[in-house]
């Protein structure tokens, strides 16, 4: 079986690495195509090194622009690599414009897609990414579920017979790397004592593109009780001067992203975590490290669970007693024993099989 992957952006390549160890066991011909929608050293070179994920075979690097401009490059470039090595099947991962780029060239010439981390739903259509997942998943073949949930949603949309539950392949990633890291000299490297310090991430369009919400979010990051570790992302960085909001006051500490062994080590040993990503939540979930979500929504409901993750969609309106309280609470870690919403970490070998399984299934 020659399998390629797509990926893009920094999440994607973690999600890689446990895919590509998987499709080597199995001994597919696994290529790996990067589009270069996140072409900065820190946001992917990085992350192949750090996880020893094979080289990309080819780098379209498309770079930043519209999502119209982004995408249609994309899909140009992936339409003639798929041309050119005539995949079996090509794998796509998450709901970045890398992942509906990947799809829609695909499916236009016949070639059968898999979606890795398939069913996810924020329902909030205004999101760019809620747009690329169910897009994506409709335009795929294969649909490979991370949860019971995510399968629930893609029957509701009559997707059920395309659909497979595997678990979810961040958990592989999240539990081997934990296994390894050291918290303490992560902290110390931070210039943080363990467990007295919060870890932020603030990279979404949502909150980045919007003037008054990216102030208020930033204001109560500085006036945190705790030191705020922030790992600033090159989108924060742009909108924030944009926008005239200064990040390197107050509580926060501001440092370069972090490789994904040190983002690991980092939310270990954080007090609590506050975000706007998706992935995050769920790694702390993993962690058992507090999470705030500065967003209406969440893809990842079974986070909520005993409120290790809470949902802040208006920072402006929690008052500084109330932000104490959540950024310093301690969930009762009782409500979750035996409970493993997204697998035990055999996703990536579960999601190859599957792959294998569909594409001997059309021969």
Request: aromatic share 4%; charged share 20%.
């Amino acid at each position: 079986m020659r399998l390629i992957s797509v990926v893009g952006a920094r999440p994607q390549f973690v999600k890689l690495a446990p895919i590509a160890a998987a499709a080597e066991k199995r001994g597919v011909d696994h290529i790996i195509v990067h589009t270069g929608q996140h072409y900065d050293h820190r946001m992917s070179d990085v992350f192949f090194q750090g996880l020893s994920i094979p080289a990309p075979t080819v780098n379209l690097d498309v770079g930043s622009g519209s999502h119209a401009a982004q995408t249609g490059a994309m899909m140009t470039g992936l339409e003639r690599e798929f041309g050119r090595f005539e995949p079996d099947c090509v794998l796509v991962y998450g709901d970045t414009n890398s992942t509906l780029a990947a799809a829609l060239a695909a499916v236009k010439i016949h070639v059968p897609v898999a979606h890795l981390e398939a069913g996810l739903r924020s329902h909030n259509r205004a999101m760019p990414e809620e747009h690329n997942r169910v897009l994506s998943d409709h335009a795929s073949d294969l649909l490979l579920a991370p949860t019971e949930a995510a399968v629930e949603n893609l029957g509701n949309e009559g997707l059920a017979e395309r659909t497979v539950l595997t678990g979810d392949v961040m958990t592989d990633v999240c539990l081997a790397t934990a296994q390894g890291a050291d918290s303490a000299a992560v902290a110390a490297a931070l210039g943080v004592v363990p467990g007295e310090y919060v870890l932020s991430t603030i990279h979404r369009a949502e909150t980045t593109d919007d003037p008054a919400r990216l102030a208020a979010v930033v204001d109560k990051l500085a006036t945190s009780p705790l030191p705020v570790v922030l790992p600033v992302h090159p989108r924060l960085r742009a909108k924030a001067e944009q926008a005239g909001v200064a990040l390197d006051r107050g509580s926060l500490r501001l440092v370069e992203p972090l490789g994904y062994a040190d983002m690991v080590a980092a939310v270990s040993g954080a007090r609590s975590v506050v975000t706007d990503s998706g992935g995050l939540q769920k790694e702390c979930f993993l962690l058992d490290t507090p999470c705030i979500t500065v967003r209406t929504e969440t893809e990842w409901g079974e986070t909520l669970t005993g409120e290790w993750n809470v949902l802040v969609p208006d920072a402006s309106s929690v008052s500084t007693s109330q932000w104490e309280s959540l950024l310093t609470r301690t969930p009762d870690p009782a409500v979750r024993e035996g409970y493993f919403p997204y697998g035990k970490g055999d996703a990536a070998v579960a999601s190859v099989e599957a792959i294998d399984r569909f594409v001997r299934s059309r021969r």
